[in-house]
């Protein structure tokens, strides 16, 4: 029997500066290594002229999709000035206080992480076809602005390619997400892929949403996710070793 193999969208990206906060995070907003899910299929949806209502009900169930950090060139933390409406208890905050509309606001400082020219190998697979294809079209001309992160946080195509992967067991991951906690089913470290001196980012484990409900402008959370990203080491998990190979890469589907 021969190996099991499927068609994807494979698509290369790269941006200036790209920042994925964590949704519990607001004055010090770290951002995630990846953009998760949610984030690369608004930015697909953005390519096809999609609202956000029509990218949680047409694409969130419908892709799957792999990443792979080919690269960044480092790392940066920006300060942010914005206005927070001013409490009862905030009797010192006297300087840069404005109102407006009768409510008192005063200048506040928030520091966002960015991720310095990124550049990401994107897999999409699905049961239907025509949406690879229309998808691979709408990238090539699209509807909105391409971003990953903020609107303003733009990325550029570098390649669009159709490619076959095929399915292997016993795989060592690095530079990807899995969709798992890969603590709970423990993971084999490659030694020989430590390099001296390379920085380690050893397994993070987040909890991420995957599925929104709407209610007029208001979007709430209805289904989270545990995912385990890592770079710079190749694990292998016990259990869940199984994924699928493009070359050197290998990927698992979220």
Sequence with gaps: MGAHTIEVLRIEVVGKVNSFRLADHHTYQRSYLFPPKTTICGMIGSALGYSAEEVNEKLLDTLGIGIYLKKFDGEARDLWKYKKIKARTDTDKTEDTVVIDGTQYFGAILVREWLFIPRYIIYLSSSENSILRDIGKALGHPVYALSLGR???LIKIITIQK???????NLYYNNTVLPFNIFTEGYEIDVSSLVPGQRIIPPGIEKIPVKFRY????REAVRYETVTSFINVNLKPKVRHGGYVDEKIAIQFL
């Design 215 to 218: 209610d007029g402008e208001t």
């Design 163 to 169: 490619v076959t992967l095929t399915y292997q067991n």
């Design 151 to 153: 609107e303003d946080e």
